[in-house]
């Protein structure tokens, strides 16, 4: 038996074969926005609206639509329909006069008196119509082009109420023009019952059986039909509005020659009273303001009306600046119409991508309903950062560093693609799966043997059986924002966090923000913290939180790292509240080097990062450095990340038994 199948677009909700989409991209802008002080709401919106590198955003497609609407009204004119009338009748009259003066045998008094009557016509082209209904026309040319006026007028009249009448209806015959007739007249009673609520289901079926060819959008009830009927009657409302009063009563003098008959007016005018009536929340009293070269006819200039309104529409629903606002809400077809599939496919992909971020566990709501990165997401940041603070620290050493995937001892459970450079042992259950899968996926019998290949290879992550007690100390004074580092000091920080807390899991990490006062952050708060315009480095209360920290861990190596772009000018009194002075008061500089001091004297590893080019920084730095035999590194920003991590490295380097084992 043969069995039928169509296949079209998906169009109950998402592709469910589609390919998820890449969210890297859009975690990392994210990110980066947050980083920089913006709400995760925010920064996703703002993503949203810039679209990625290949791939249009909000604001693209947004002026891509304005653009269009301009254009519409820039190169139309409303008067194309009475242009074809005049044209029309010029025919008319030129092929009567030429007529007349053929005619040798008429009478001469008859001559004269019709030269006068085309002679002496109205000026108003409407009028002259409705001057000449009465000629006896002489020319069957002339006639045919008479009687093409009211061709004409009917089929534009209909046209703008039903879309492509005009083109349907030419060269209609005597039948055609009693179908139409018909069809309103059933079509104003059905709506008349359907105000009155006295219609059913079966109304609407018999009168589309018998007159469903007028409806190629083929409605699928009574309110889809008085849908589809009353955005087209009220743009051709909006058309008329448009007009100059004079344009308009032109117009309205010459309607009553459509089809030379005044009934299909009176269908006409019904059925717009009934649209009215149905939907008044249609825009029937708006109008635009057209400038182009191009005329237009009363059905075109209906559909240009319907045009500017959807793509008004879309604008709105891309703006996004409503309350309720989602991307869903973007009518992809009507995208798809105005600006081509490739707009409509952009839009889709956006929706997409704030469907997964949303859906997908990288951002949920706080305590407080705040919008907020999860900590799937603030992984996949981390991973993204420390993967560009190795590409850093490869290009400065020559060759991969190979520590950022553990050091060699204790198997964490984890196994990854081998690459150039690894020494850690192979993980031989995970090789040889691969081999055997990637065998059978080639068609070859892996009872038969395998060949290894160096894509098949894996190998296990270990941790070092040394521990370490990372305490990252950062400068968040207002400078650090005001001179651009804010964003590159939180990215630091993200990517240190990532490498402890998924290579070295033995080690500790704490992060204290230090300005006018300091405390210890999550990862989450520290990316998310805002720049608050207050002035104070207080470096000795990030010491004081670090020495607590380092306590708290005493049978690991403590490692100090501290971020800053200036000296101390702020320190922490024995009550608890923060003394600030500038220049830095010798009392806060005696109190930050004394906690260094106890620091070095507990055998902490200290780095200190100095950021800018201040000599007076540099100066203080090195002092306290050579104080407890520590470090100083003065990276550029983009090089911050890596020096930080590399630092962190370094540190496990020199006091791990284990590490190039």
Request: proline share 4%.
């Given at each position: 038996?043969?069995?039928?199948?169509?296949?079209?677009?998906?169009v109950?909700?998402?592709?469910?074969?589609?390919?998820?989409?890449?969210?890297?991209?859009?975690l990392?802008?994210?990110?980066?926005?947050?980083?920089?002080?913006?709400?995760?709401?925010?920064?996703?919106?703002?993503?949203?609206?810039?679209?990625?590198r290949?791939?249009?955003?909000?604001?693209d497609?947004?002026?891509?639509?304005?653009?269009?609407?301009?254009?519409l009204?820039?190169?139309?004119?409303?008067?194309?329909?009475?242009?074809?009338?005049?044209?029309?009748?010029d025919?008319?009259?030129?092929?009567?006069?030429?007529?007349?003066?053929r005619?040798?045998?008429?009478?001469?008094?008859?001559?004269?008196?019709?030269?006068?009557?085309?002679?002496?016509?109205?000026?108003s082209?409407?009028?002259?119509?409705?001057?000449?209904?009465?000629?006896?026309?002489?020319s069957?040319?002339?006639?045919?082009?008479y009687?093409?006026?009211?061709?004409?007028?009917?089929?534009?009249?209909?046209?703008?109420?039903?879309?492509?009448?005009?083109?349907?209806?030419?060269?209609?015959?005597?039948?055609?023009?009693?179908?139409?007739?018909?069809?309103?007249?059933?079509?104003?009673?059905?709506l008349?019952?359907?105000?009155?609520?006295?219609?059913?289901?079966?109304?609407?079926?018999?009168?589309?059986?018998?007159?469903g060819?007028?409806?190629?959008?083929?409605?699928?009830?009574?309110?889809?039909?008085?849908?589809?009927?009353?955005?087209?009657?009220?743009?051709?409302?909006?058309?008329?509005?448009?007009?100059?009063?004079?344009?308009?009563?032109?117009?309205?003098?010459?309607?009553?020659?459509?089809?030379g008959?005044?009934?299909?007016?009176?269908?006409?005018g019904?059925?717009?009273?009934?649209?009215?009536?149905?939907?008044?929340?249609?825009?029937?009293?708006?109008?635009?303001?057209?400038?182009?070269?191009?005329?237009?006819g009363?059905?075109?200039?209906?559909?240009?009306?319907?045009?500017?309104?959807?793509?008004e529409?879309?604008?709105?629903?891309?703006?996004?600046?409503?309350?309720?606002?989602?991307?869903?809400?973007?009518?992809?077809?009507?995208?798809?119409?105005?600006?081509?599939?490739?707009?409509?496919?952009?839009?889709?992909?956006?929706?997409?991508?704030?469907?997964?971020?949303?859906?997908?566990?990288?951002?949920?709501?706080?305590?407080d309903?705040?919008?907020?990165?999860?900590?799937?997401?603030?992984?996949?940041?981390?991973?993204?950062?420390?993967?560009?603070?190795?590409?850093?620290?490869?290009?400065?050493?020559?060759?991969?560093?190979?520590?950022?995937?553990?050091?060699?001892g204790?198997?964490?459970?984890?196994?990854?693609?081998?690459?150039?450079?690894?020494?850690?042992p192979?993980?031989?259950?995970?090789?040889?799966?691969?081999?055997?899968?990637?065998?059978?996926?080639?068609?070859?019998?892996?009872?038969?043997?395998v060949?290894?290949?160096?894509?098949?290879?894996?190998?296990?992550?270990?941790?070092?059986?040394?521990?370490?007690?990372?305490?990252?100390?950062?400068?968040?004074?207002?400078?650090?924002?005001?001179?651009?580092?804010?964003?590159p000091?939180?990215?630091?920080?993200?990517?240190?966090?990532?490498?402890?807390?998924?290579?070295?899991?033995?080690?500790?990490?704490?992060?204290?923000?230090?300005?006018?006062?300091?405390?210890?952050?999550?990862?989450?708060e520290?990316?998310?913290?805002?720049?608050?315009?207050?002035?104070?480095?207080?470096?000795?209360?990030?010491?004081?939180?670090?020495?607590?920290?380092?306590?708290?861990?005493?049978?690991?190596?403590p490692?100090?790292?501290?971020?800053?772009?200036?000296?101390?000018?702020?320190?922490l009194?024995?009550?608890?509240?923060?003394?600030?002075?500038?220049?830095?008061?010798?009392?806060?500089?005696?109190?930050?080097?004394?906690?260094?001091d106890?620091?070095?004297?507990?055998?902490?590893?200290?780095?200190?990062?100095r950021?800018?080019?201040?000599?007076?920084?540099?100066?203080?730095?090195?002092?306290?450095?050579?104080?407890?035999?520590?470090?100083?590194?003065a990276?550029?920003l983009?090089?911050?990340?890596?020096?930080?991590?590399?630092?962190?490295?370094?540190?496990?380097?020199t006091?791990?038994?284990?590490?190039?084992?």
């Amino acid at each position: 038996m043969a069995h039928r199948s169509r296949y079209g677009r998906y169009v109950d909700g998402p592709d469910p074969l589609a390919p998820p989409v890449d969210l890297s991209e859009a975690l990392a802008a994210i990110g980066e926005d947050v980083m920089a002080g913006y709400s995760p709401e925010r920064a996703l919106r703002e993503y949203l609206r810039r679209g990625g590198r290949n791939r249009d955003g909000l604001d693209d497609l947004a002026q891509r639509v304005n653009r269009r609407r301009t254009e519409l009204l820039r190169s139309h004119r409303l008067d194309g329909t009475m242009d074809e009338v005049k044209k029309l009748l010029d025919e008319a009259v030129l092929a009567e006069r030429k007529q007349l003066a053929r005619d040798a045998l008429m009478d001469d008094a008859d001559r004269d008196f019709r030269e006068f009557r085309l002679g002496n016509l109205p000026p108003s082209t409407a009028a002259a119509v409705s001057e000449l209904g009465t000629y006896d026309w002489q020319s069957p040319q002339a006639r045919q082009s008479y009687d093409k006026i009211k061709d004409l007028l009917g089929r534009e009249l209909l046209d703008q109420r039903f879309a492509g009448m005009k083109q349907a209806l030419e060269g209609a015959t005597d039948a055609d023009r009693a179908a139409i007739s018909e069809m309103l007249r059933d079509l104003n009673d059905l709506l008349a019952k359907h105000r009155r609520g006295e219609d059913t289901p079966e109304d609407f079926e018999r009168f589309m059986d018998r007159h469903g060819d007028f409806f190629p959008e083929n409605p699928r009830t009574v309110d889809e039909l008085v849908d589809a009927l009353a955005q087209r009657a009220a743009a051709g409302q909006r058309l008329l509005n448009s007009m100059t009063p004079e344009q308009r009563r032109e117009l309205m003098e010459l309607s009553q020659q459509a089809f030379g008959s005044p009934e299909l007016m009176e269908a006409l005018g019904a059925l717009d009273g009934n649209l009215r009536a149905l939907r008044p929340g249609e825009d029937w009293s708006g109008s635009q303001s057209f400038s182009g070269d191009e005329g237009l006819g009363l059905g075109d200039g209906t559909g240009v009306l319907q045009d500017v309104a959807e793509l008004e529409s879309l604008s709105e629903q891309l703006s996004q600046s409503y309350g309720g606002a989602h991307l869903d809400d973007v009518d992809l077809d009507a995208l798809a119409r105005q600006l081509g599939p490739d707009a409509a496919a952009s839009a889709r992909t956006l929706a997409d991508l704030e469907r997964a971020l949303r859906d997908g566990g990288y951002l949920r709501r706080g305590s407080d309903g705040d919008l907020r990165l999860s900590p799937q997401a603030m992984r996949q940041l981390g991973k993204a950062l420390l993967k560009d603070a190795a590409r850093q620290l490869s290009g400065r050493q020559g060759a991969r560093d190979t520590r950022l995937a553990g050091a060699a001892g204790e198997a964490t459970g984890a196994s990854r693609a081998w690459e150039f450079g690894d020494t850690q042992p192979w993980d031989v259950t995970r090789t040889m799966t691969n081999a055997i899968l990637r065998t059978a996926s080639e068609g070859g019998d892996p009872a038969a043997g395998v060949r290894l290949r160096i894509d098949d290879v894996e190998v296990a992550e270990t941790e070092t059986r040394t521990q370490a007690a990372v305490a990252l100390l950062v400068d968040t004074s207002f400078s650090m924002a005001a001179e651009g580092r804010w964003v590159p000091m939180k990215r630091t920080a993200l990517a240190l966090h990532h490498l402890v807390s998924t290579r070295f899991r033995g080690d500790q990490l704490d992060l204290v923000a230090f300005g006018l006062h300091a405390r210890t952050l999550g990862i989450d708060e520290l990316t998310g913290l805002a720049a608050v315009r207050e002035q104070g480095t207080n470096l000795h209360h990030a010491l004081l939180l670090a020495s607590r920290f380092f306590a708290q861990h005493p049978t690991m190596q403590p490692v100090l790292l501290v971020v800053t772009d200036g000296e101390p000018t702020a320190h922490l009194e024995p009550g608890g509240d923060a003394w600030f002075d500038w220049p830095p008061d010798p009392r806060t500089l005696a109190l930050t080097v004394a906690e260094l001091d106890k620091l070095g004297r507990r055998g902490v590893q200290t780095t200190f990062f100095r950021l800018g080019d201040d000599p007076g920084l540099a100066r203080f730095l090195d002092h306290l450095a050579e104080r407890v035999d520590g470090r100083v590194i003065a990276p550029d920003l983009d090089g911050l990340g890596a020096a930080v991590v590399g630092e962190y490295l370094y540190a496990r380097r020199t006091w791990d038994p284990d590490w190039d084992r």
